[in-house]
């Protein structure tokens, strides 16, 4: 499933081969007893940037101790190697299948995966390091070592964390997963030349050694509004929620816009804290329209034809008395960052306030990945880039096969990131993971499409075009399998 862009498998062959050879019978035969299927989670904090924690202010191990005591060669091969597999389960679990777990190498490939695995998101974080020894059973390199941390949630504990990888020698740190624990995580990692590939979706901390495996809402915005501009869309509005996540969506629309020679027409925001059915969220619909002005526009046109006796001035009146407004918005597309139950009350809204989604295309974000959003049909027609769902349902059905549950749709991050690791430890020793591998400009393929980074850390991605249809997403332009394709 997993491999580098065609461009780079022309060169390099063995690596081709390695991700030919996947078989989800290794995966189940690898099945552990006594897992249980666990109920479908909500993924709603994949959706925008997790909420930043607290640092923990309960004691840790002294840091500069812990990497300091650098273990010798002779210490080394004193160290028993601690088998990946076993770590998918207490020490008493059994493990059973047609083959026995992995030997211990002399000289494993050390990865480490810091994952909040304890605490308010543990959830999560247990959901992520399940979906990448997916992908270490799928590499079948039994040299390579996949070492979970547990962060806790919060900066202390992804600092410990860090640490503890480091001193037990990671080449490569995957993690962690919330923006706030990123540069704790740096100030250890990149001065003892150990890169980062975090599943946060802040830009902000990214670049330096530190790259950035989250789905951006920049990337989404960039693909979208192309597309749009391409259909011959000029004028945008947007009606955002009043989150970091709907100020990072309206930043990138004004950047986006700048770049295309687009307008930004209006700009409306609302507090997530609102009631469904508010007035204030009524109010904000009416604004957006012009509703109030559009009617009085509809009085004055009713006026001036109203006392006319000819029979097309009579039948125009009537028609007239039928509309709650006259004229159209001044915007031709709007864009809504939202999901879920919030999305399905405000399209109706905006409709039922005469933004019509007939004459107004309505956009969405990667939030609209949602299937049951046919069933509202403001919404269908509806606009927004997203990876391939034929990818996606692949690795959730993948996922489902072997743990008995749905996972988050974050999860096949933490698979394409440890795929990612495996292909890159094929490069000799003092290379495999340095920036001049991992910023490849061929780029890669995973199942969130193709991916690569430029020297800032932040994913380049290859995003598919999609609609809410009346019974199922549908697929109005497919995402590029190579950059090359990008770039024509």
Known sequence: MFSISEAVLKKD?????????SCVVILLSLLITGCQPAPVRDSAEEKEELAK?????????????LLQKTPSTEDLSNTPTVDPLMRLVEPSAPVIGVK?????????????ILLPLTGQHEAIGNDLLKAANLALFDLENRQLELMPYDTKGTERGAESAAAEALVEGAELILGPLFSSSVPAVRRLAIPRDVNVVTFSTDTSVAGDGVYMMGLTVGQQINRIMEFSYRQGLLNFAVL???????????????????DLGLTVDKVMRYPVSIEAGSQELHEIAKILGDYAERQKQLEEEIKLYEKETDDASKAYVKRLEK???????????????????RLKELAPLLSYYDIDPEVVQFIGTGLWADRSLSTEPALVGGWFSAPSPENSSAFQQRFSQVYGYA????????YDAMALAGLLAQDPPETRFDRIALENINGFTGYDGIFRFPEDGVAERGLAIL????????????????FDQLLN
Request: overall charge negative; cysteine-free.
């Open 407 to 414: 996972p988050p749709r974050i999860a096949s991050l933490a």
């Open 240 to 258: 955002a929620p009043d989150t970091p996540y709907g100020d990072a969506v309206i930043n990138n629309v004004y950047m986006a816009s700048d």
């Open 323 to 341: 509309m709650d407004t006259f004229g159209e918005v001044s915007f031709d597309a709007l864009i809504i960052p939202e999901g879920g139950g």
């Open 53 to 65: 924690i607290d640092p923990d202010s309960t004691g840790a191990k002294d840091l500069e101790d």
């Open 467 to 482: 609609e809410v249809g009346q019974s199922d997403l549908l697929m109005l332009e497919p995402a590029p399998q190579s």
């Open 100 to 112: 026995a777990p992995y030997p211990a190498y002399s000289n494993p490939i050390k990865i480490a």
């Open 13 to 21: 062959r063995p690596r081709q081969q390695l991700f030919k050879n």
